[in-house]
């Protein structure tokens, strides 16, 4: 999601995430580049909520060569929010015929 959309560029917290970088993930906690309520909240992408993106579009041949690239602001509405094991439990579940799944498996290929 954007945190452009909540930081102003110049602030104090612009510039404490530019001396972080990004988020780091540890086997016992999250150190986040910016405060908890943006990382964690509302610039997380969760299943069913809209959120605001900065997104790079691309138009492409079959042969995979780029025609056109475009970058804007959009929202954006994941379907689902789900962990690593769960999404790899909706790809081996050979029962699971569900949109979500299959966008999944499509993945893999």
Not at 24 to 44: A, G, H, W
Not at 62 to 81: D, G, M, N, W, Y
Not at 93 to 103: N, R
Request: charged share 25%; with cysteine.
């Amino acid at each position: 999601a954007d945190v452009s959309h909540f930081i102003r560029p110049g602030t104090a917290i612009d510039l404490e995430a530019a001396d972080r970088c990004t988020s780091v993930y540890l086997t016992d906690r999250r150190i986040d580049m910016v405060p908890e309520l943006l990382s964690s909240n509302l610039c997380s992408l969760r299943g069913g909520v809209e959120r605001f993106a900065f997104s790079c579009v691309w138009e492409m041949t079959p042969q995979a060569e780029v025609v056109s690239t475009k970058f804007h602001k959009s929202i954006i509405k994941s379907r689902l929010a789900m962990t690593y094991e769960e999404a790899q439990n909706k790809i081996d579940d050979a029962s699971d015929m569900s949109a979500i799944a299959a966008s999944l498996r499509i993945l893999l290929n």
